[in-house]
């Protein structure tokens, strides 16, 4: 990275001046803080796009080229509840559009990323989603006959 920042605009305004030196100040701050520890920074895009690969694959009936749970459990835990977090956001918003394929073929992912880096069932997860499933929702309750 050469820290240096290109923008497009007519002329520089004040605000963005200041929006610059503060972020050329704490890029500096963090740099300085990863040398004195020795953290190299790293991207998890290849770990999202495995994750990409690992869904295109069982979606269309493939043997998964990639091994996923190997790949989260790479991950840092907290970027791995983050990444299974959004997709659980999809899926409620996809159902609450009323694209109920989309939210199960979600859910299905969800559930089965799950059961492949926790080392349990579909089931168990399946059961502990129900279960903390959105108020108001139908989802997960069992109807009583009538």
């Known amino acids: 990275m050469s820290g240096e920042v290109i923008l497009y605009a007519d002329k520089m305004t004040d605000s963005m001046r200041t929006a610059i030196e503060e972020t050329e100040r704490r890029r500096t701050l963090q740099m300085a803080f990863n040398t004195e520890h020795g953290i190299e920074p790293q991207t998890i895009r290849k770990a999202?796009?495995?994750?990409?690969?690992?869904?295109?694959?069982?979606e269309v009936g493939l043997e998964p080229s990639v091994d996923v749970a190997a790949e989260l459990g790479k991950l840092p835990r907290e970027e791995f509840a983050r990444i299974l977090a959004a997709m659980e956001e999809d899926m409620h918003m996809a159902a609450e559009a009323?694209?109920?394929?989309?939210?199960a073929r979600?859910?299905?992912?969800?559930?089965?990323?799950?059961?492949?880096?926790?080392?349990?069932?579909?089931?168990?997860?399946?059961?502990?989603?129900?279960q903390g499933a959105r108020k108001g929702s139908s989802h997960g309750v069992k109807r009583r006959k009538r």
């Open 98 to 103: 009323l694209d109920f394929e989309s939210a």
């Open 48 to 58: 999202i796009h495995d994750i990409a690969q690992y869904v295109r694959e069982t």
């Open 106 to 130: 979600l859910r299905d992912q969800v559930v089965k990323l799950k059961a492949e880096v926790e080392s349990t069932t579909a089931d168990e997860v399946l059961s502990r989603l129900k």
